[in-house]
């Protein structure tokens, strides 16, 4: 692969680029290349990216790049710099402005300066109600026609993790007819057949447990894991019983290893530490007299959980327990914002940059208020969650980017935890501890990424919540994760949730656990 940067057989790619990719990254994309269809599982923050960008210029077919809506512009500025391209950002009509330029209009534009056409689309956009979004379905007709087929890279390939595909509709004479989903992940598996090349990205290909893998190896080499099913019971130790198939577990996880690994690029964050910025962690536990009462919003939010829960449908009901576990969750976030507020004004006081992931959008609004009052004048604050529109939350990741001072992001850990570059940070609060591993490790590589500062990412626990059982639920998803990608920031993780060496500070949270 060096002898053909420097043949430069890519022409599309800026000649500065392959000198300054790191040497996992250039085994990685030598990798994905020779084999077409392939993984890249790197920690956050290690240059996935930039190999996704060499890969895509590696083949002369036209791509599409299916990534989080809020850093389509993102992607884009990064193709621009790093090759000639000029991509192309799919946009709902909601957000077209003055002089927008439509697909048509462009990929003629590609087809007569005899330039690859490139697609950013959002993964919210890919999928409607009718199936696959029509620009999408337009350019893959288009590439149809085309000798060069379609390369495709699915970025955060997680968000695709769902494995069911089809609805089964029962027919009058007592057989079935099935019914393909309209599902983002339904959706994507049925583009990954019509594209010649894929590659999927991901920091964490198993964000939840061990059956998030199956529709990722599915979308990048249709086929190849056979069918769902038959793949769960071998590797998640599925089975069924008198409510259905449980496929929560895991199983022959050394094969499944072996199996990932003559497919994925693994880098571990130990392989790339030496190259990212000094990282630290610390929880610290809030007492119960430190801590707010949940307000009017976030009690009824809990009353509301509860009576889904048990209304009828029992604890059974994964989505209304999950609801509630959302809510304590949400509400154990909300008490410790007279801390958080205080943390915040003492880190700028030292001059530093500040990040704060919390659980709802009215909690952002609180701790903006709260914070404004006593933040000096010429340290600017932005707050933003899921109901900023995706172009809104560029610009001000953008502005504190590029600010040399004291500065503060308050925002939803939802609407800001993956994706986004925001490395120029010397403090991360983590107010809402994520009950997933998969969250918790993308929540943390916002500031771990090449050329980033010295970060100190503090974990806010409220003791006698919700929030000590959950780090233990946390802690209980490791094993699995570690058998197929061991990595030092697991353990590192776990330590820092566990309290350290402290092991009397461990005995009592396993104490609350149990008692739970």
């Given at each position: 692969?060096?002898?053909?940067?420097e043949?430069h057989?890519?022409?599309?790619?800026?000649?500065?680029?392959w000198?300054?990719?790191?040497?996992?990254?250039?085994?990685?994309?030598?990798?994905?290349?020779?084999q077409?269809?392939?993984?890249?599982?790197?920690?956050?923050?290690?240059?996935?990216?930039?190999?996704?960008?060499?890969w895509?210029?590696?083949?002369?077919?036209?791509?599409?790049?299916?990534?989080?809506?809020?850093?389509r512009?993102?992607?884009?500025?990064?193709?621009?710099?790093?090759?000639?391209?000029?991509?192309?950002?799919l946009l709902?009509?909601?957000?077209?402005?003055?002089?927008?330029?439509?697909?048509?209009?462009?990929?003629?534009?590609?087809?007569?300066?005899?330039?690859?056409?490139?697609?950013?689309?959002?993964?919210?956009?890919?999928?409607?109600?009718?199936?696959?979004?029509?620009?999408?379905?337009?350019?893959?007709?288009?590439?149809?026609?085309?000798?060069?087929?379609?390369?495709?890279?699915?970025?955060?390939?997680?968000?695709?993790?769902?494995?069911?595909?089809?609805?089964?509709?029962?027919?009058?004479?007592?057989?079935?007819?099935?019914?393909?989903?309209?599902?983002?992940?339904?959706?994507?598996?049925?583009?990954?057949?019509?594209?010649?090349?894929?590659?999927?990205?991901?920091?964490?290909?198993?964000?939840?447990?061990?059956?998030?893998?199956?529709?990722?190896?599915?979308?990048?080499?249709?086929?190849?894991?056979?069918?769902y099913?038959?793949?769960?019971?071998?590797?998640?130790?599925?089975?069924?019983?008198?409510?259905?198939?449980?496929?929560?577990?895991?199983?022959?996880l050394?094969?499944?290893?072996?199996?990932?690994?003559?497919?994925?690029?693994?880098?571990?964050?130990?392989?790339?530490?030496?190259?990212?910025?000094p990282?630290?962690?610390?929880?610290?536990?809030?007492?119960?007299?430190?801590?707010?009462?949940?307000?009017?919003?976030?009690?009824?939010?809990?009353?509301?959980?509860?009576?889904?829960?048990?209304?009828?449908?029992g604890?059974e009901?994964k989505?209304?327990?999950?609801?509630?576990?959302?809510?304590?969750?949400?509400?154990?976030?909300?008490?410790?914002?007279?801390?958080?507020?205080?943390?915040?004004?003492?880190?700028?006081?030292?001059?530093?940059?500040?990040?704060?992931?919390?659980?709802?959008?009215?909690?952002v609004?609180?701790?903006?208020?709260?914070?404004?009052?006593?933040?000096?004048?010429d340290?600017?604050?932005?707050?933003?969650?899921?109901?900023?529109?995706?172009?809104?939350?560029?610009?001000?990741?953008?502005?504190?980017m590029g600010?040399?001072?004291?500065?503060?992001?308050?925002?939803?850990?939802?609407?800001?935890?993956?994706?986004?570059?925001?490395?120029?940070?010397?403090?991360?609060?983590?107010?809402?501890?994520?009950w997933?591993?998969?969250?918790?490790r993308?929540?943390?590589?916002?500031?771990?990424?090449?050329?980033?500062?010295?970060?100190?990412?503090?974990?806010?626990?409220?003791?006698?919540?919700?929030?000590?059982?959950?780090?233990?639920?946390?802690?209980?998803?490791?094993?699995?994760?570690?058998?197929?990608?061991?990595?030092e920031?697991?353990?590192?993780?776990?330590?820092?949730?566990?309290?350290?060496?402290?092991?009397?500070?461990?005995?009592?949270?396993?104490?609350?656990?149990?008692?739970?």
């Amino acid at each position: 692969m060096t002898e053909i940067a420097e043949r430069h057989v890519l022409p599309e790619l800026r000649p500065w680029v392959w000198p300054w990719l790191n040497d996992y990254q250039r085994d990685g994309i030598g990798q994905a290349v020779a084999q077409g269809n392939h993984h890249i599982w790197w920690p956050c923050g290690s240059g996935k990216t930039a190999a996704a960008i060499t890969w895509i210029v590696a083949s002369p077919a036209p791509a599409l790049v299916v990534t989080r809506a809020s850093v389509r512009r993102q992607w884009a500025s990064e193709l621009r710099r790093f090759t000639t391209c000029k991509p192309y950002v799919l946009l709902p009509a909601s957000e077209r402005r003055k002089g927008w330029t439509g697909l048509e209009a462009y990929l003629a534009q590609r087809e007569r300066l005899h330039e690859r056409p490139i697609i950013i689309a959002g993964w919210p956009s890919l999928a409607t109600d009718d199936g696959l979004n029509a620009e999408i379905a337009d350019f893959v007709t288009w590439t149809e026609r085309q000798p060069l087929g379609l390369s495709i890279v699915w970025d955060e390939s997680h968000t695709a993790k769902n494995h069911k595909r089809w609805k089964r509709l029962p027919q009058e004479d007592g057989s079935f007819r099935f019914e393909r989903l309209t599902s983002t992940a339904a959706v994507a598996g049925a583009l990954a057949p019509l594209a010649t090349r894929r590659l999927a990205l991901t920091a964490t290909p198993m964000p939840d447990r061990t059956r998030d893998l199956w529709a990722q190896l599915d979308i990048v080499d249709p086929g190849c894991a056979g069918k769902y099913w038959d793949w769960a019971k071998e590797y998640c130790g599925a089975y069924e019983d008198q409510h259905g198939w449980d496929d929560r577990g895991s199983s022959d996880l050394d094969t499944l290893r072996e199996w990932c690994n003559s497919r994925a690029s693994i880098v571990s964050t130990e392989q790339v530490s030496s190259k990212l910025p000094p990282l630290r962690r610390t929880v610290t536990y809030l007492s119960p007299d430190v801590l707010e009462r949940p307000d009017r919003s976030a009690k009824a939010a809990i009353r509301h959980a509860a009576k889904v829960a048990g209304g009828g449908t029992g604890t059974e009901d994964k989505s209304a327990a999950a609801l509630l576990l959302q809510a304590r969750l949400e509400a154990a976030a909300a008490m410790k914002g007279k801390h958080v507020a205080q943390t915040v004004l003492d880190c700028v006081a030292s001059g530093q940059k500040v990040l704060v992931f919390t659980g709802r959008r009215v909690d952002v609004t609180k701790l903006e208020t709260r914070i404004r009052k006593k933040l000096p004048h010429d340290v600017p604050l932005w707050a933003a969650d899921g109901s900023t529109p995706p172009d809104e939350r560029e610009s001000i990741r953008e502005a504190y980017m590029g600010h040399k001072g004291a500065a503060v992001i308050v925002g939803t850990g939802a609407a800001w935890g993956e994706s986004a570059n925001l490395h120029d940070t010397d403090r991360l609060l983590i107010v809402m501890l994520p009950w997933t591993w998969g969250q918790l490790r993308q929540w943390e590589g916002r500031v771990r990424r090449l050329g980033g500062r010295n970060c100190l990412i503090e974990y806010l626990i409220a003791e006698e919540t919700i929030d000590e059982r959950i780090a233990s639920i946390v802690l209980s998803k490791l094993a699995a994760v570690e058998a197929i990608l061991p990595d030092e920031q697991v353990s590192a993780v776990r330590e820092s949730l566990q309290g350290g060496t402290d092991d009397a500070l461990l005995d009592r949270i396993l104490d609350r656990v149990l008692d739970s």
